[in-house]
């Protein structure tokens, strides 16, 4: 890993809880700029939890959180700043139905950064094309299917210029033809550069895309490594064991 230099983000020994359930115990993790870091691990390790946490949808009760170098303070006017610097991408994609394609992708680089809506239209444009998306513009999300949809959501996020994109299971809920068009999009990005951080159950995309594979068993990361070692040398047994039922 030492074509990276300093990390882009950094979670160091992050805790959290809710309630009684202790789901983060003590995790860090680098991330480089450029870098693409693929998480894996069973349903409840907490995948998401660390997401949320990175980008501050739900705030640790311990750790530290550093964005380029910088300490987060978890104070709204710090947040709101940090929130457009890491792009998100669910499940589920939540586009706004009653809004063309387009108008999806630059609402918030329009309503939250205030870009002129022309300078919005051409961004838009450019990005509907990244995500092989150019001839829809204008169709409402309900035309689309579930991986065009996916692949606006991905536009969406990038039109605000986010410093890192975090993927929370992004084909999970798509029919698995579609499954392809999605983790094709992500690729591209992550060769062009982007720094991703991507929880999926697609082993063939960690396989072609990561630069480092991280596997997350009960709130703490267990082992981690290239693609390569993880799946063909994985140390901990329980790595094993979640890999011969996954692949
Ligand atoms: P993963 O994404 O790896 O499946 P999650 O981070 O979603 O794991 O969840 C980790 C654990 O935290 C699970 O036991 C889950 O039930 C619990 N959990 C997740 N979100 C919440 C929440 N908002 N409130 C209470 N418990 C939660
Ligand atoms: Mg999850």
């Keep these: 890993m030492t074509r990276f230099k300093e990390p882009l983000i950094r979670v160091e020994a992050i805790g959290k809880w809710y309630g009684e359930l202790h789901v983060l ?15 894996i691990g069973a349903s409840g390790s907490g995948k998401s939890t660390l997401l949320r946490c990175m980008n501050f949808l739900e705030i640790a009760q311990q750790g530290k959180i550093y964005l380029d170098g910088e300490h987060i303070k978890p104070i709204n006017k710090v947040l709101n700043r940090v929130r457009q610097d890491m792009g998100m991408v669910f499940q589920h994609f939540n586009l706004f139905p009653h809004m063309s394609v387009l108008q999806n992708v630059i609402e918030g680089p329009v309503h939250v950064k205030g870009m002129p809506k022309k300078e919005a239209r051409e961004l838009g444009l450019h990005l509907l094309e990244k995500v092989g998306l150019e001839d829809k513009p204008e169709t409402y999300p309900a035309m689309l299917s579930g991986g065009q949809k996916q692949r606006v959501a991905i536009a969406r996020a990038l039109a605000m210029q986010p410093k890192v994109m975090l993927f929370d299971e992004p084909t999970s809920a798509l029919d698995p033809e579609l499954v392809g068009e999605v983790l094709g999009v992500m690729e591209e990005l992550g060769k062009e550069g982007m720094t991703m951080v991507v929880v999926t ?15 997350m068993d009960e709130g703490t990361i267990l082992e981690e490594g290239t693609p390569e070692k993880i799946f063909s040398n994985p140390v901990e047994e329980r790595t094993q064991a979640f890999l011969k039922q996954i692949l």
């Design 25 to 39: 115990k003590g995790l860090s993790l680098d991330v480089a700029e450029g870098e693409v870091v693929v998480i």
């Design 201 to 215: 159950h697609e082993m063939w995309f960690a396989k072609e895309a990561a630069h480092r594979v991280v596997f």
